[in-house]
């Protein structure tokens, strides 16, 4: 583990079962994870699935979490959190219980098996961009830019912004 905790994002979303009580559960399994504080949450915001697929739309949100975990380790959480959530891989954009994508931890770039840092395509996507930019709107994602500058490239039109939910209380 590192010595000093590491800012990490993750992107949350799902479109089966109950999304927006899903994102919620999963915000606190992230804030429980050993060495790990939730530091904060975007609001929740719905989104169409990509690629006009015949699917219910999509609750997205970003969490911003300091960690010691490595990111190996803080993927293999999240991987763990999908799995006791249902998620199930049938196929690329298939409808999901749970997904929980690193996007970005502490500048780092790197590219194993299994684990892309930043996260490949999030400056692509609106539904990563804006809720991201609600925490770090100044944040960088290496060989692409500021996220505020890669979301005004963008149409967010199509994402609604949820009202947030009465929380529970988030582990510190």
């Not at 400056?123 to 100044?138: C, I, K, M, S, T």
């Amino acid at each position: 583990m590192s010595a000093a905790p590491i800012d990490a994002f993750v992107a949350l979303g799902a479109n089966l079962g109950d999304p927006r009580r899903q994102l919620l559960d999963a915000l606190e399994e992230l804030g429980a994870l050993p060495a790990t504080r939730l530091a904060g949450r975007s609001p929740l915001y719905r989104s169409a699935p990509l690629g006009g697929l015949d699917q219910p739309d999509y609750v997205n949100a970003v969490a911003r979490l300091a960690t010691r975990l490595t990111p190996r380790e803080l993927l293999e959480h999240c991987l763990a959190i999908e799995a006791r959530h249902g998620r199930r891989r049938a196929y690329k954009n298939a409808p999901r219980t749970l997904d929980l994508d690193l996007l970005l931890y502490d500048g780092l770039v790197m590219h194993e098996h299994g684990l892309t840092l930043p996260h490949p395509r999030m400056h692509e996507r609106a539904f990563v961009l804006r809720p991201l930019a609600d925490l770090a709107p100044d944040a960088d994602i290496p060989g692409r830019g500021r996220v505020a500058d890669l979301l005004a490239s963008l149409d967010d039109g199509e994402l609604v912004r949820l009202p947030d939910s009465p929380r529970r209380a988030l582990a510190p």
